[in-house]
């Protein structure tokens, strides 16, 4: 049994197995895929989860919850490549059930890309589930990227980066940290985190007190921040939003930026297209993003059974 609510529920041998659930349950199996705020549990009845050492500790910063990481002989955790921690999960029984949660399949300076699992069943986002999200290459859009900051830096400007929190903010310190790159306070914090998990990032938080000179500053732009950042603008900084839905035309009109770079922690039209063929399940689950186009596509194209699970859906903000 598979069914949409506090999360996706899969029923095993009369044990219930939860993916990403809003509300961690006793004498259930919980697992979180990653710490985006989206996907991580507001409540928990039990401190047992299943998630990688990252996410637990993102849990504690988040939630401000400890938990404890368990293991289950029915659960294989696998690199989801989304955000550093991300998991996808094989459950295996008579049926094996693989749940991507958010994934990416390109390789990323900080993250290896998710690579295919045959299964029975697939549970798949399908965030950019559209024929026209197809993402250029990651090494070039960051040499566009450095190129831009470079003539910026070099006329005497600052920049302002958009991007979300966890995730691509660390993408950018990875690609760029040998340029005069500072962050918001809590993208400071989730970089120190990450340091003490191998993660080779800068974690220089923004003071206008010391600031001399041309600088990086990237946040997510939200909130109290936009002070800052209207401060930064009066005095000449450019600004550049990174996500996927730049391949929109309106893009960036409605995020009021200078530049926008399709930089995604997510896999494009064609790289899901290609997950779910390499899987080969029978049976194929969409969620979030466009669920009933990308279902009906793998009907078309790939002729295996696909139907969305759409529920009402928590998002990010437009720069995930």
């Known amino acids: 049994m598979i069914q949409l609510g506090n999360g996706i529920l899969v029923e095993v041998e009369g044990c219930n197995y939860r993916f990403d659930p809003r509300r961690v349950l006793p004498n259930e199996v919980s697992m979180i895929s990653h710490a985006h705020t989206d996907h991580l549990p507001t409540s928990f009845k039990q401190s047992s989860v299943v998630c990688s050492p990252v996410t637990k500790d993102f849990i504690k910063v988040r939630r401000k919850k400890e938990v404890e990481i368990c293991s289950d002989k029915r659960v294989k955790l696998m690199d989801a490549g989304h955000i550093a921690g991300s998991n996808m999960f094989l459950l295996q029984s008579d049926k094996d059930v693989l749940y991507t949660g958010d994934f990416c399949t390109r390789q990323k300076s900080q993250t290896k890309g998710a690579t295919p699992h045959k299964c029975d069943i697939l549970i798949t986002e399908a965030t950019y589930g559209k024929p026209h999200y197809v993402f250029p290459d990651y090494d070039e859009i960051m040499s566009i990227v450095r190129d831009w900051l470079r003539d910026t830096i070099g006329r005497g400007g600052s920049a302002v980066l958009f991007a979300y929190p966890l995730g691509k903010s660390q993408e950018l310190g990875a690609a760029l940290k040998d340029m005069p790159i500072v962050f918001h306070p809590k993208i400071a914090e989730n970089n120190l985190v990450l340091r003490k998990h191998g993660y080779d990032l800068p974690a220089d938080e923004y003071d206008h007190r010391t600031a001399k000179g041309p600088l990086i500053y990237v946040t997510s732009g939200y909130g109290s921040d936009l002070a800052r950042v209207e401060s930064l603008r009066k005095h000449g900084a450019k600004t550049a939003a990174f996500s996927g839905w730049a391949l929109d035309r309106d893009f960036v009109w409605s995020s009021s930026v200078d530049e926008a770079f399709p930089l ?38 790939l002729g295996i059974d ?15």
């Open 264 to 301: 995604s922690d997510h896999c494009g039209f064609d790289e899901l297209t290609e997950f779910v063929r390499k899987c080969g399940p029978e049976k194929v689950f969409t969620t979030h993003g466009f669920a009933k186009e990308f279902a009906m596509h793998i009907r078309k194209s």
């Open 306 to 320: 696909a139907q969305p699970m759409v529920s009402r859906q928590r998002t990010l903000d437009h720069f995930c």
